[in-house]
């Protein structure tokens, strides 16, 4: 994908703020700090047009991107704040759900997690919840820089071990780049079959 044009489009806090046009959209989710907004960067190719985390905030915000004017990047609030509270994390969760399971053109939704750790219990809920709605998904193990070559295979099959995933699961860095072309060919694949949905 030649990104020619990306846009923030608006952060949006309630359903009725979702863009409303049908552009097919891509959902990025995982716990925070595990690189997503390095990874839309990397993606979109623009150095920090996705703000790299500094501040870890708690919003309930969906972050819009409309590309190309084609397709969007919905970037979902991370999850797994150490201080949040049980119910809090409850709520959350179903906030999440419900952008899930009421997003019509949702395309597919990334499942990010740390090539370098065994998944936690929430990236577990997480995917769970993710094949209960049963949208299209990808899991993406991001930093695959920080470990060796010989230890990408056996990390993957940990993390769809833990995650009870038959999921593909993509090892991505956004440092180096590696597979962000997998992951766009991904993408690409979605987006036309979406058009062509649509034609029909
Ligand atoms: P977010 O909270 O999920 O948006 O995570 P960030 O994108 O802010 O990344 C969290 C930290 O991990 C930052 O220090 C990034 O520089 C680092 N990071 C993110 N992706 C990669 C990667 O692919 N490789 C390496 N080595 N570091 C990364």
């Not at 409303?20 to 690189?35: K, Q």
């Not at 609030?77 to 999440?96: C, D, E, N």
């Not at 780049?177 to 649509?198: E, G």
Request: glycine share 4%.
């Amino acid at each position: 994908m030649i990104v020619k044009q990306v846009s923030f489009e608006l952060g949006a806090v309630r359903p009725s703020q979702w863009p409303r046009d049908g552009l097919p959209e891509f959902a990025f989710i995982g716990r925070s700090n595990v690189g997503k907004s390095s990874l839309l960067n990397r993606l979109l190719q623009r150095k920090s047009i996705a703000r790299v985390s500094q501040h870890p905030g708690k919003t309930q915000q969906i972050n819009f991107y409309r590309i190309n004017d084609a397709f969007r990047f919905a970037d979902l609030p991370g999850y797994g704040y150490a201080t949040v509270s049980k119910l809090q994390r409850a709520a959350f969760q179903r906030w999440i759900k419900g952008y899930i399971e009421l997003r019509e053109p949702l395309a597919r939704v990334l499942h990010l997690v740390d090539i370098r750790h065994e998944p936690s219990k929430e990236d577990v809920q997480y995917h769970q919840l993710l094949q209960e709605v049963g949208c299209p998904m990808l899991v993406i193990a991001t930093k695959q820089d920080k470990i060796s070559k010989s230890a990408i295979q056996p990390s993957i099959q940990r993390i769809a071990s833990c995650l009870q995933t038959g999921v593909t699961i993509v090892p991505v860095s956004a440092t180096n780049a590696q597979n962000i072309d997998s992951v766009w060919s991904v993408l690409d694949a979605d987006i036309l079959s979406f058009s062509s949905d649509a034609s029909d």
